[in-house]
């Protein structure tokens, strides 16, 4: 009966010790994630850098709008730039798709047509992601009666 008695306390004891809940301080579980799109909505401000056959020019502090119009996509504007009679308008690009994996998210390439208020025609597609608050992103512009795309790039920050 002692025998008995000592084993069962110690299964007893046993059982508690491998049942028993720590604390923790991962509380992921409990906090909503903030769904791609949402979390890199803002302004991006940064430099750019255009190419038409070769010839670069840089354009300073130009502004990128991201606005999120559901939990995976986006609106992406494309800042206005340079100086007439080449002064390009600003484009908005719909429809752009964000998947995010540790911290990057990732604009999926994303081609659009579209004619300006003056009646110019242009083809806009564009790539890119956003980490760190930080905006890369690329983007070739078939604009009006150019017969070669201004092939663009802009690291911005929020």
């Known amino acids: 009966m002692k025998l008995f008695r000592t084993i069962f306390m110690a299964m007893v004891a046993i059982i508690s010790l491998t049942t028993t809940t720590s604390c923790s301080d991962n ?3 409990d906090t909503p994630a903030i769904p791609a799109a949402k979390n890199i909505e803002g302004s991006y401000t940064g430099d750019m850098d255009c190419s038409v056959m070769g010839n670069v020019s840089t354009f300073a502090d130009v502004t990128f709008g991201i606005t999120a119009t559901d939990d995976a996509t986006v609106s992406i504007t ?12 600003s484009i908005t690009v719909d429809g752009v798709k964000v998947t995010e994996e ?3 998210a990732t604009l999926a390439s994303t081609q659009i047509t579209g004619e300006t208020t003056d009646g110019k025609s242009y083809t806009v597609t564009l790539s890119g992601s956003v980490a760190d608050n930080t905006l890369d992103i690329r983007f070739n512009l078939q604009f ?3 017969p070669m795309p201004m092939i663009c790039s802009s690291t911005a920050v929020k």
Do not use: S, T
């Open 144 to 146: 009006g009666a150019m």
């Open 78 to 89: 494309l800042p206005p730039f340079g100086e007439a009679p080449m002064a390009m308008p």
């Open 27 to 29: 509380d992921d579980k």
């Open 102 to 104: 540790d911290g990057i």
